[in-house]
Nanobody, 126 residues
Framework: QLQASGGGLVQAGGSLRLSCANT????????MGWFRQAPGKEREFVAA?????????YYADSVKGRFSISGDKVKNTVDLRMDSLKPEDTAVHHC????????????????????WGQGTQVTVSS
C-alpha cells in the first residue's frame, strides 16, 4: 500500500515536500513515481526513481531544476522535494510503483504503474 502525504497550500516561489510511504513492499524493488492531475486536465508524469545498483532519476521537463525525488531505504519512503513552486503546479499528486524492469522509454507512462496511493493536494497561490 502506498500512502502519500505532505501536500498543502503555499505561495508561488515556496516549497513543499511530499512523502510516499510504501508499506508491505520494499520501494527499492520498484520504480517509484509521482504523477499529478489538475482539474480538467489529464494525469501527467512528474518524477520517478529507479534503484538498480545505483539510482536513476527521471523528471518531467516542466519540473526539472525545481523538483527533486529521493528515496530512504531505511524508512522505505520516497520523497518529492518541490521548490520554486508555480500556480501551474497546483494538482492532486499521486505516488505509484512500477516493475523494476520497466524499460526507460515508458517510465513516464502511468499505464505501466501497478500500485497507486491516494493523492495529496498541492495548491500554489499566485
Amino acid at each position: 500500500q502506498l500512502q502519500a502525504s505532505g501536500g498543502g497550500l503555499v505561495q508561488a516561489g515556496g516549497s513543499l515536500r511530499l512523502s510516499c510511504a510504501n508499506t508491505g513492499r520494499t520501494w527499492s524493488n520498484y520504480i517509484m513515481g509521482w504523477f499529478r492531475q489538475a482539474p480538467g486536465k489529464e494525469r501527467e508524469f512528474v518524477a520517478a526513481i529507479r534503484w538498480s545498483g545505483g539510482s536513476a532519476y527521471y523528471y518531467a521537463d516542466s519540473v526539472k531544476g525545481r523538483f527533486s525525488i529521493s528515496g530512504d531505504k531505511v524508512k522505505n519512503t520516497v520523497d518529492l522535494r518541490m521548490d520554486s513552486l508555480k500556480p501551474e503546479d497546483t494538482a492532486v499528486h499521486h505516488c505509484a510503483a512500477a516493475a523494476q524492469r520497466l524499460i526507460t522509454s515508458v517510465v513516464t507512462n502511468a499505464d505501466y504503474y501497478t500500485y497507486w496511493g491516494q493523492g495529496t493536494q498541492v495548491t500554489v497561490s499566485s
